[in-house]
């Protein structure tokens, strides 16, 4: 029987320090490298992904629609204009990424694999997704929708929000220490249920951390 593949990188945490992640690929699957490749206008949704460690490779315009990315490891890859509404993520790799302009509908990226988690979001649509209980210390999203995302548990300290709607968006036990929300709106935060220290809000964002108190300001 097959033990499966490491599949070692490094990755660069928001202090500046190196870190080395070892990652074992599922027991008989044969695991492909596949470096330094563009797929534009892919449809994954007809004859799926090829099970592999993609580093560096950029997709563009390709549909992951409800595709199976269980078990694959992304390095430093790029999507840009993306569909992965629903995509499966069990144990997926996500080390070093960019989304930008893409449909992340109902994705579950605590199912991911945690080590070197390393996100970005730029335009993207993230509704319904969540990051419960995730560990992601400086993520960044820029000019995105985050309704009904479940941001639970999770550790956001250093997280930028800039210029995101997160009607909805559940915060709750959740660290957003030295965060930024001065941009961020349709926000609802509790601030007796979340670490909320050295986190920066906009004058006009503050009522968003006093909803509970069904009180009006004029």
């Known amino acids: 029987m097959k033990?499966?593949?490491?599949?070692?990188n490094t990755v660069i945490n928001c202090n500046g320090v190196r870190q080395l992640g070892a990652v074992r690929t599922p027991k008989n699957v044969q695991m492909e490298y596949i470096e330094d490749k563009s797929f534009e206008g892919n449809d994954f949704t007809v004859h799926g992904i090829e099970p592999g460690n993609y580093e560096n490779c950029k997709f563009i315009n390709c549909?992951?629609?409800?595709?199976?990315?269980?078990?694959?490891?992304?390095?430093?890859?790029?999507?840009?204009?993306?569909?992965?509404?629903?995509?499966?993520?069990?144990k997926t790799g996500f080390r070093n990424i960019q989304f930008t302009g893409c449909k992340l509908l109902g994705l579950h990226f605590d199912h991911c694999n945690t080590?070197?988690?390393?996100m970005q979001f730029d335009n993207c649509i993230l509704n319904l997704s969540s990051f419960y209980q995730l560990k992601l210390k400086c993520i960044v999203f820029k000019n995105s929708i985050?309704?009904?995302?479940?941001?639970?548990?999770?550790?956001?300290?250093?997280?930028?929000?800039?210029?995101?709607?997160?009607?909805?968006?559940?915060?709750?036990?959740?660290?957003?220490?030295?965060?930024?929300?001065?941009?961020?709106y349709n926000y609802s935060i509790d601030p007796a249920k979340n670490k909320i220290k050295k986190?920066?809000?906009?004058?006009?964002?503050?009522?968003?951390?006093?909803?509970?108190?069904?009180?009006?300001?004029?």
């Open 3 to 8: 033990t499966g593949v490491i599949f070692l």
């Open 63 to 90: 549909n992951f629609s409800e595709v199976n990315l269980s078990g694959i490891n992304f390095l430093d890859c790029y999507f840009d204009g993306c569909n992965m509404g629903m995509a499966k993520l069990g």
């Open 115 to 118: 080590i070197g988690l390393e």
């Open 146 to 184: 985050l309704h009904e995302v479940d941001l639970a548990a999770a550790d956001l300290s250093n997280a930028v929000f800039d210029n995101c709607d997160l009607k909805g968006a559940m915060f709750e036990s959740t660290i957003i220490e030295h965060a930024d929300f001065r941009t961020a």
């Open 199 to 218: 986190a920066k809000f906009s004058m006009a964002g503050l009522i968003g951390l006093l909803d509970k108190y069904d009180i009006v300001i004029a």
